[in-house]
Nanobody, 113 residues
Framework: QVQLVESGGGSVQPGGSLRLSCRGSGNSFAGKSVGWYRQAPGKQRERVASVAPNADTHYANSVNGRFIISRDNAKNMVYLQMNNLQPDDTAVYYC???????WGQGTQVTVSP
């Protein structure tokens, strides 16, 4: 059974930073793209960023230039460095192995003065 566990969420002021981590069980990330998604209250889940097995990255326009996704294949980990956070970034953040049914439980990020 593949399990994904996110961590690193919290509350910050606008302009602050957080680093989210996603740990996959076993070597579940090997050869797979891994993505970060978020869902704010009353809104649909949206893709934030993804990282391919060769470390190519893609970002939503809303976070491009502020967020950095990376992966550590040896540790089966994916990270999301979030800088210059704004209130619109407030959401539950999830990691997923792209095109699979495997999702983490989510971690809350709250940005407020």
């Amino acid at each position: 059974q593949v399990q994904l566990v996110e961590s690193g969420g919290g509350s910050v002021q606008p302009g602050g930073s957080l680093r989210l981590s996603c740990r996959g069980s076993g070597n579940s990330f090997a050869g797979k793209s891994v993505g970060w998604y978020r869902q704010a209250p009353g809104k649909q889940r949206e893709r934030v960023a993804s990282v391919a097995p060769n470390a190519d990255t893609h970002y939503a326009n809303s976070v491009n230039g502020r967020f950095i996704i990376s992966r550590d294949n040896a540790k089966n980990m994916v990270y999301l460095q979030m800088n210059n956070l704004q209130p619109d970034d407030t959401a539950v953040y999830y990691c997923t192995i792209e095109t699979t049914v495997y999702w983490g439980q989510g971690t809350q990020v709250t940005v407020s003065p």
